[in-house]
């Protein structure tokens, strides 16, 4: 394998093997990963837009890719970031090698450099920008490039369906709003005989009103919330008028439409090892995570949400809940793709407030 480098804004410079597909000069914000299992749902999970993902687990791909644990068709993470990148994976469900597929879907991956030392300089000087090369013989024009290199906000926009489709069933009425969706938040309504309409992010809240729907899904999804001012707009109108449920990226447009504040964090979470404890109840669950913005605690004052769930392990706010519409919300991923479901009832816990339950978030 040829040498691959990852250099990141405060001068830090990686040197590695390439696999996957070839690369010029590529940018992302470099993130990390604690997940030991679920790569390649990680790395189709739309929410990773223009990120490169470190995974701390220092195997990866031993188990091959598989076509039925995709979480998107189209991948849009920027590059994969590993200890050790398996080149003959073992599984029956194998299809492609990590390397083979990342090939096909054109993403470039970087291996056998020390993870352990990039994850401490994140979680020491909080996400930064990094760019991938090939070479290093123009490095102060890279650095240059580097350091000129902006975001972009149009995350949610480019990961979005772009026209609305049916999964029929028989059951409740649900407009799952794409963000970004993860296809395992399909398929637990479709598991529970949901009649499913996925609609893009843009779509407004008359249009989904006119479609009757007995519950609205709002998913997960990429980049800051704030840039989705279509989002926000589309809780302000359906608040009151239908039950809505948000996850992650849903959760935090909840939260800014009813006057909340967001801020991004310095390195996120993104993992399934992480601790929430339930308010009411006391319970902890293990949850499956993957935001780099939370809620403003401070910020909840003025507003109707009560909290509802925090992180055990920095206090961070994982739920929330209208004090007067029917409208709750969790940070993580109770679908568990991947991770563990602990939390996978909260599904059952929205189409029972749609059919009159009581029973609360």
């Known amino acids: 394998m040829s040498n691959r480098y990852l250099i990141l804004e405060d001068g830090s410079v990686f040197q590695g093997k390439a696999f996957g597909a070839p690369v010029q000069e590529k940018f992302g914000e470099v993130v990390f990963n604690t997940g030991m299992t679920g790569y390649q749902e990680t790395l189709s999970d739309p929410s990773y837009c223009d990120q490169f993902v470190v995974m701390t687990y220092p195997l990866i791909g031993n188990y091959g890719i ?43 991956g970087l291996s056998d450099i020390d993870t352990r030392r990039l994850v401490k300089t994140i979680r020491e000087r909080g996400t930064m920008k990094g760019v991938m090369v090939d070479s290093i013989e123009n490095l102060s024009e890279i650095e240059s490039n580097l350091n000129d290199f902006t975001y972009r906000n149009d995350q949610v926009k480019r990961v979005s369906t772009v026209k609305p489709y049916v999964v029929p069933g028989k059951g409740e009425r649900i407009v799952l709003v794409d963000f970004g969706m993860k296809h395992g938040i399909l398929k637990e309504f479709t598991e529970r005989h949901c009649h499913v309409t996925v609609v893009p992010y843009n779509t407004s809240s008359d249009e989904i009103l006119q479609l009757k729907p007995d519950g609205v ?47 991004k964090m310095k390195f996120g ?93």
């Open 66 to 108: 598989n076509r039925d644990d995709f979480e998107t068709i189209t991948p849009s993470i920027s590059g994969l970031i590993v200890k050790q990148a398996t080149e003959y994976p073992s599984n029956f469900r194998k299809e492609w090698s990590l390397n083979d597929y990342f090939k096909q879907k054109n993403i470039p």
């Open 217 to 263: 899904m709002l998913s997960n999804g990429p980049g800051n919330p704030k840039d989705v001012q279509e989002g926000i707009d589309l809780v302000k109108g359906l608040m009151g008028k239908v039950p809505v449920f948000g996850i992650c990226l849903g959760h935090q447009l909840i939260a800014l439409a009813c006057g909340a504040d967001t801020h």
């Open 269 to 361: 979470h993104r993992g399934g090892n992480h601790p929430v404890k339930d308010l009411r109840t006391k319970e902890v669950w293990m949850t499956s995570q993957n935001h780099g913005y939370a809620v403003t605690p401070e910020s909840l004052g003025q507003t109707s949400l009560t909290i509802t769930q925090t992180a055990l392990n920095d206090g961070t706010i994982e739920g929330l809940e209208h004090e007067q519409y029917d409208m709750f919300s969790v940070q993580y991923h109770p679908e568990a793709s991947p991770g563990p479901q602990d939390s996978n009832q909260l599904f059952d816990l929205f189409l029972s407030r749609i059919n009159g339950g009581i029973i609360h978030a």
